[in-house]
């Protein structure tokens, strides 16, 4: 099971390798670098390609491992042990009907294989990390009520996306494979702005991205990265613009820097150069 | 013939567990490395955890597979070339014909160690569960026994270039642990400082209590929720805002405490010039003071950063009239009240922007300020510690991890 890229995600050689020796040796693959590299839309594409289903968890702080495994619905059966009428179709002595899968729990039922995403782990707390140390390395976890351990039928393609904002703790990044992925050069960016605006005229692109770097360069307090380069230059060719800036200011900015301190610290330096 | 190379690594600071070289091995049977680049991305995938290793490990392969960059004329080491496994190799290409005497004078090098791994790699996984590569003295093709291994020799117009190249651009050197903090790995540093603030989970449906109120009313369920409390860390930060020597640090500190804001509730600035001496500011012109004795009736549970150079007249220091502020009326010297703070406060840092080698030559009172309060610089690997240190409530300082003392490529030239 190879995977090469597809047609809407540009994939470097390294990363590719990279992916495919994960999915070669059924190790999660953990993906950190700056927002808007593609970390996300990889786990999508990778489905996408290889045909595959998609388990997404969107991780919140409040998670607790346990959550994304399973949860056990205590409210609805107690609900149904005093007021049930018996056509919901539950029973209530029976617990697996109040055993309800999460992402894992599901993608480790599922009969064929699937991509597993965990999506911004970073935002949880360092003992849902730990919780889910021996689900990763093991491929199984126990439903603690009934104590049966669950097995994954087959261990899935695991993606783990962090924003590096926490530290991950050590033992679970010595069970993952970790890869960082460094902000696009100007050939990628070229390819990847091409994958998504095909018909943009070749100067427009080749004045907007030297002008995108050195904003970038600037020391802004959130930097301009690849979504909102996409969004700007999809608001130059709606506009018709032959060139990104007019006399020195740049057409759209606030599609480019989104916070005031950054857009004052900038038409300041404008005032000042021109 | 990697296990020189993996004690290399540990040399320069990575953990290297048995665990990895065990992976590495069963991923090589499984031909996940049939090509110089593939080798590169494997081994960085299972060697390297963290981003500030990444630098290093690209410096030690470079050094160990690829030559090191004082070698300018390619050439194989002589224990290589004397090698069972390649002179082996050499045998059974010449005996297939698909090497002649006259194509091994004329095909460069590149071309011979390319055949060559792309043979030894296919070996590699023929043999399963017998490994022809480890301890078996002699068969290791790369010169394998003890201080005379080299690696393979033949730099420059390298093997393959791409790898090489890709090296050569150091595109991690800023993420190093030794980097001075600048914007670039500012995210790196908010990623270690956070770990001060343990969070619990909010609401929980207390079962046992719902259970039994609701059969003490009957059966009417009644639904019984508490909240776990939230530990909820103070974090002072006294910052030196006087003189030229910080004005280029403090916007990168401001950078990294504003991004911090949102995770700590609780986070206070203060400043001082040079030295405290009995208040310290609210605001950056130190205008409106805070005597230093209502300061101190603070939770002695607060984490006290101080930040500065520590760079001043000995006399500020240890003079009881000292103070740089020549109306003041304070006759304490500065270092009464700096010893009246880590009293009160044992869970206090000090961080120099100055890096660690300069200490000993910029001034002595740095040393003092050092006896005084735990002392590090701000890279990153200096505010792990600092971190730690204030997480471990100032009992223990945690080594992070042995520091490469000398470059890569000088250690590997004392070893020939």
């Not at chain 1, 494979?177 to 605006?197: A, G, S």
């Not at chain 2, 480890?134 to 790898?163: I, M, N």
């Not at chain 2, 890709?166 to 642990?177: C, G, L």
């Not at chain 2, 009240?337 to 044992?346: A, E, G, V």
């Amino acid at each position: 099971m190879q995977f090469f890229g597809t047609d809407r995600y540009y994939l470097n050689s390294e990363l590719r390798d990279i992916v495919n020796i994960a999915i070669a040796m059924e190790r999660p693959l953990l993906i950190t670098g700056e927002a808007g590299t593609g970390k996300t839309q990889l786990a999508f594409e990778i489905a996408r390609a290889l045909g595959l289903d998609l388990e997404e968890a969107r991780c919140k702080s409040t998670f607790k491992g346990e959550e994304l495994c399973y949860v056990y619905d205590t409210v609805l059966r107690l609900n149904d042990s005093r007021f049930s009428t018996g056509d919901s179709g539950r029973d209530v002595n029976n617990i697996w009907d109040y055993l309800r899968f999460g992402p894992i729990g599901r993608a480790f039922q599922a009969e064929r294989l699937c991509v597993l995403l965990l999506d911004e782990i970073d935002k949880t707390d360092s003992d849902t990390q730990d919780n889910l140390l021996d689900v990763l390395e093991d491929g199984s976890f126990i439903i603690r009520e009934i104590n049966h351990k669950l097995k994954a039928r087959q261990r899935p393609i695991t993606i783990i996306t962090s924003n590096a904002k926490r530290e991950l703790s050590d033992p679970f990044l010595r069970r993952c494979y970790c890869h960082h992925i460094p902000f696009p050069t100007m050939e990628e960016m070229t390819q990847i702005v091409r994958l998504h605006y095909p018909q943009l005229p070749a100067p427009l692109l080749d004045a907007a991205l030297p002008t995108f770097y050195r904003l970038r360069q600037m020391g802004f307090e959130k930097p301009p990265a690849t979504g909102e380069l996409l969004d700007w230059l999809g608001a130059l060719q709606l506009d018709g613009a032959a060139r990104p800036a007019e006399r020195g200011r740049i057409l759209h900015l606030g599609t480019l820097l989104k916070r005031t301190q950054d857009l004052l610290k900038y038409k300041g330096r404008e005032a000042r150069d021109s | 013939m990697f296990l020189p190379f993996f004690q290399l690594l540990r040399d320069h600071g990575l953990p290297v567990s048995l665990r990895y070289v065990l992976e590495f091995y069963e991923a090589l049977e499984r031909g996940l490395a049939p090509d110089l680049d593939r080798l590169f991305v494997l081994l960085r995938l299972i060697f390297v955890k963290k981003l500030e290793h990444f630098d290093a490990f690209e410096q030690t392969f470079a050094a160990y597979f690829l030559g090191s960059e004082h070698d300018c004329s390619p050439r194989l080491s002589r224990e290589f070339w004397e090698s069972k496994a390649f002179r082996r190799w050499l045998e059974d290409e010449t005996r297939r014909g698909a090497l002649t005497q006259g194509d091994f004078e004329r095909l460069p090098l590149e071309e011979l160690l390319r055949r060559f791994w792309e043979v030894a790699a296919q070996q590699a996984g023929r043999h399963r569960g017998g490994h022809t590569w480890v301890g078996t003295g002699g068969t290791s093709p790369f010169g394998h026994s003890g201080a005379e291994s080299k690696g393979v020799r033949a730099c420059g117009e390298s093997v393959h270039r791409s790898a090489l190249k890709v090296i050569e651009t150091r595109r991690y050197i800023d993420y190093a642990a030794t980097a001075p903090l600048r914007a670039e790995n500012v995210r790196q540093a908010l990623a270690a400082l956070k770990h001060m603030v343990p969070a619990g989970p909010a609401t929980e449906l207390d079962v046992n209590e719902t259970v039994a109120r609701s059969s003490r009313n009957g059966g009417e369920i009644d639904l019984v929720f508490r909240r776990e409390l939230r530990d909820r860390i103070q974090v002072v930060v006294l910052l030196d805002n006087g003189g030229a020597s910080m004005v280029s640090y403090i916007d990168v500190v401001k950078l990294v405490f504003a991004r911090m804001r949102d995770q700590l509730r609780d986070l206070d600035y203060y400043y001082f010039h040079n030295c405290i001496y009995g208040c310290v500011y609210s605001d950056p012109e130190r205008r409106t003071a805070l005597l230093l004795h209502q300061f101190l009736r603070r939770d002695p549970e607060t984490r006290l950063i101080l930040i500065g150079d520590a760079n001043m007249a000995p006399a500020e220091l240890l003079l009881s009239n000292g103070a740089i502020d020549y109306f003041s009326k304070v006759r304490v010297p500065g270092r009464e009240w700096l010893l009246r703070l880590r009293d009160r406060f044992p869970r206090s840092v000090w961080l120099n922007p100055i890096c660690r080698g300069r200490w000993a030559q910029e001034s002595s009172t740095i040393r003092s300020v050092g006896e005084i309060f735990p002392m590090e610089d701000l890279t990153l690997s200096g505010i792990r510690r600092a971190v730690e240190w204030l997480n471990t409530g100032g009992t223990q300082r945690l080594r992070v991890g042995p520091s490469p003392r000398r470059p890569i490529a000088a250690s590997l030239s004392k070893q020939s």
